[in-house]
């Protein structure tokens, strides 16, 4: 390995050692020895109390670090020209990858959970497990957004609260263990992180919290063209948006609103199914 070294200053105004590495290491996950040229990392503060949190010990610890690194923290330690090495910095790939790591894991674990349920039915069931809340959950449960690294304006705006940062660090550092222990430590990690959601999962339940697909599901079995979603108007300044929904299908319609568009479609669709029974 070739390694040079140079002090940066942390957000926090702590000083640390910021790392350019070439180096040769065997990725657990496949089974192949990877080059990984001009890799720049730094030292992750607190990383032992990490690893105890996540039941995981890294061989690489690199990959750890930027698991718990945001874009915003990458930015502001490369110079305004060499923005693209951001990337080597910050988590992004690593939640790509864990987004498809964790989806596998759930979708597993599922299918030998209930060997009975339909596909619909784990489509639902998987789909509330990965989804932005749960994951934001667990993630507050493992106390993650304590030691994701932050650039001064995300740590300003409450960088550390916000759900949808805290689910994709989940992701990232289910990546990040991958890579570094394989199929099998991803597996573990989830299932520990997991725990209680993955266990009292419900058919049932699941639909109820997925209007659109119950929905859809309802309109093919009669054989009905499928629902129309269209934003009619949005309301609210942008940090505190409204959008009202109409969704028309053959023979009806119905409307929702929600703080996302999404929302408002999933309580369009809740109304058009509670019309749809009462009839």
């Known amino acids: 390995m070739i390694r040079t070294e140079s002090v940066v200053v942390e957000p926090s105004g702590k000083r640390s050692i910021l790392q350019c590495r070439t180096q040769r290491h065997f990725d657990a996950a496949f089974g ?15 990383p032992d109390e990490l690893e105890e949190i996540l039941g995981y010990q890294f061989h690489n610890s690199a990959l750890l670090a930027q698991a ?3 874009r915003s ?18 988590n992004e790939a690593l939640e790509f990858l864990g987004d498809s790591i ?5 979708a597993d674990y599922l299918f030998r959970a209930y060997p009975g349920a339909s596909e619909g039915e784990l489509s639902r069931m998987k789909h ?5 809340p749960t994951l934001a959950q667990a993630s507050t449960g493992l106390r993650l957004g304590d030691f994701v690294r932050f650039g001064r304006g995300e740590e300003k705006s409450g960088g550390r609260r916000k759900h949808a940062l805290l689910a994709d660090v989940f992701e990232a550092v289910t990546g990040a263990i991958f890579l570094d222990g394989g ?12 725990g209680e959601a993955l266990r009292t999962a419900d058919p049932i339940a699941a639909a109820a919290a997925d209007p659109k ?20 108007e949005t309301l609210g300044p942008p940090h505190r948006r409204m959008f009202h929904v109409e969704l028309k299908w053959n023979g009806g319609a119905a409307r929702g609103e929600g703080p996302t568009i999404k929302a408002a479609e999933a309580a369009a669709a809740q109304a058009a199914l509670k019309q749809m029974n009462s009839e």
């Open 183 to 194: 199929l099998a430590a991803a597996k573990n990690f989830v299932e520990m992180a997991l």
């Open 213 to 232: 697909t119950t929905l859809q599901e309802k309109l093919q079995a009669t054989r009905q063209p499928g629902p129309q979603y269209t934003v009619i």
């Open 73 to 90: 923290w990458a930015h502001e330690q490369v110079s305004p020209r060499d923005q693209q090495d951001a990337r080597n910095l910050h």
């Open 32 to 46: 192949i020895l990877l080059e990984s040229p001009g890799v720049k990392t730094s030292e992750l503060q607190q």
């Open 128 to 132: 509330r497990l990965v989804s932005e």
């Open 102 to 106: 964790l989806g596998l894991v759930v």
């Open 68 to 70: 718990m690194s945001h």
